[in-house]
Nanobody, 123 residues
Framework: QVQLVESGGGLVQAGGSLRLSCTAS????????MGWFRQAPGKEREFVAA????????YYSNSVKGRFTISRDNAKNTVYLQMNSLKPEDTAVYYC????????????????WGQGTQVTVSS
């Protein structure tokens, strides 16, 4: 079992920045791939970013590439999502997820999910 707790969401103006954190417990974190997904009201969940177990390989959706950065600190059992140049369309609940196999852009293949943290970007 892996328990995931997100933090760092909030309200920010367009053009601003936020850093989300997701802390894991219950399993060796360094063996687990991590992903960030988001879901806006009335929309389907969408992939944001993912990182493999070592942090060497990362993946981004086209909508956030160049603005968001995913990273991890295995010593702290934490994965981060640095979000810069935020836009109103980034408003959503952001979820972190863990996968026992490799990183993926597909949410359905992740094994564990956090409870989500709200990010609201005002125009």
């Amino acid at each position: 079992q892996v328990q995931l707790v997100e933090s760092g969401g909030g309200l920010v103006q367009a053009g601003g920045s936020l850093r989300l954190s997701c802390t894991a417990s219950g399993r060796t974190f360094s063996n687990v791939a991590m992903g960030w997904f988001r879901q806006a009201p009335g929309k389907e969940r969408e992939f944001v970013a993912a990182i493999n177990w070592s942090g060497v390989t990362t993946y981004y959706s086209n909508s956030v590439k160049g603005r968001f950065t995913i990273s991890r600190d295995n010593a702290k059992n934490t994965v981060y999502l640095q979000m810069n140049s935020l836009k109103p369309e980034d408003t959503a609940v952001y979820y972190c997820a863990a996968r026992l196999l490799g990183a993926s852009v597909l949410g359905d293949v992740y094994d564990y999910w956090g409870q989500g943290t709200q990010v609201t970007v005002s125009s």
